[in-house]
């Protein structure tokens, strides 16, 4: 059994860098055709997708979020990382991280596999 699971810290100050970890259990994120993504949800409002990475390490950003999104893989742990700069009250949303074949997650519906979604706050 897949699964996803995000961490990271669930209350930012604003400015600062807001990073988050999917750790993947249960398969390899170097499997073949393989694409993982971030997808957040602000309160109120739908999901929006941020970017995601291959399972040959190519990334995607959303237009939205390529100034300040990065994304990165670390195989040896089987985890894969969102780094989003210089955050604002805005960026307060459940983060969540998914995974599905031929082509980058970028909603619940389409996603194979989908993570439980970690709550984080932005706020001084």
């Known amino acids: 059994q897949v699964q996803l699971q995000e961490s990271g810290p669930d209350l930012v100050k604003p400015s600062q860098t807001l990073s988050l970890t999917c750790t993947v259990s249960?398969?390899?994120?170097?499997?073949?055709?393989?694409?993982w993504g971030w997808i957040r949800q602000p309160p109120g409002k739908g999901l929006e997708w941020m970017g995601g990475v291959t399972y040959r390490g190519i990334t995607y950003y959303s237009p939205t979020f390529k100034s300040r999104a990065s994304i990165a893989r670390d195989t040896t742990k089987n985890q894969f990382t969102l780094q989003l700069s210089s955050v604002t009250p805005e960026d307060t949303a459940v983060y969540y991280c998914?995974?599905?074949?031929?082509?980058?997650?970028?909603?619940?519906?389409?996603?194979?596999?989908w993570g439980v979604g970690t709550q984080v706050t932005v706020s001084s």
């Open positions: 998914a995974g599905r074949p031929w082509s980058i997650p970028t909603t619940r519906d389409e996603s194979k596999y």
């Open positions: 249960g398969d390899s994120i170097t499997k073949d055709s393989f694409y």
